[in-house]
């Protein structure tokens, strides 16, 4: 069966420290793959999602990057942490457009 | 533009009752319509899809769906509230013909009373 692990839980970061955050999927090959953030346990807004290696979509500009170094790996990364980037982050993988997205455990950022 | 709007910021059911979690969407083709469960700290959970077909949807934990093309509706249901049902329920929609992801709503607060 297909399983999704996002790490670390929970993260605690100053202001302008870099962020990496990872996201795995193993039971299932070329998935599509997406990042979350979710403020205040409400609304979901999505940042990234992949196609493909290498192939990343950016739905809002801001101070976050991602990346798919492989198959089943998506990274979401940050050179200099904002303040406004607290929030619970999720990844979520599909193995197509019309299937439901299943999502990871999620990582909680406090940024100080 | 695709959207689905979630009317309820919270509703409260006693245990035993009915729930209903209402859902409606604006999209410019065929709708793809998702319900979501998540509890505290926790990810998303899938509990149905509405792709094609029965407009009446079964799905996990005993959770139903009717999609209603001419209300642009897509509530959730359950015939017995259980307290293990309180969460926050999401209705998310296929963004647009083709897209790959997925636009929630802000979501609603089930809380089921003793």
């Known amino acids: 069966s297909q399983t999704i692990h996002q790490w670390p839980a929970t993260l605690v970061q100053p202001v302008g420290s870099p962020l990496s955050l990872e996201c795995t999927v193993e039971?299932?090959?070329?998935?599509?793959l997406y990042w979350y953030r979710q403020a205040a346990g409400r609304g979901l807004q999505l940042l990234f999602y992949?196609?493909?290696?290498?192939?990343i979509s950016s739905e809002v500009p801001q101070n976050l990057s991602a990346s798919r170094p492989q198959d089943r790996q998506f990274i979401l990364s940050s050179k200099k942490l904002l303040l406004s980037d607290s929030g619970f982050y999720l990844c979520?993988?599909?193995?197509?457009?019309?299937?439901?997205?299943?999502f990871g455990d999620g990582t909680r950022l406090s940024i100080l | 533009a695709q959207s689905v709007a979630q009317p309820e910021d919270q509703v409260n059911v006693a245990e035993g009752n009915p729930l209903t979690v209402k859902c409606t969407y604006s999209?410019?083709?065929?709708?793809?319509l998702f319900w979501y469960v998540q509890y505290p700290n926790r990810g998303l959970q899938f509990l149905l899809k509405?792709?094609?077909?029965?407009?009446l949807v079964k799905g996990s934990y005993g959770f139903e769906a009717e999609f209603n093309k001419s209300q642009t509706s897509f509530h959730l249901k359950k015939p017995s509230a259980l307290v293990s049902d309180s969460a926050l329920y999401f209705c998310?929609?296929?963004?647009?013909?083709?897209?790959?992801?997925?636009?929630f709503g802000t979501g609603t607060r089930l809380t089921v009373i003793p």
């Open positions: 039971g299932t090959s070329n998935p599509n």
């Open positions: 998310a929609v296929r963004e647009y013909a083709g897209a790959n992801n997925l636009f």
């Open positions: 509405y792709i094609t077909g029965d407009n």
């Open positions: 992949s196609v493909g290696i290498g192939q």
């Open positions: 999209v410019s083709g065929n709708p793809y």
């Open positions: 979520a993988w599909s193995t197509g457009r019309n299937q439901p997205q299943h």
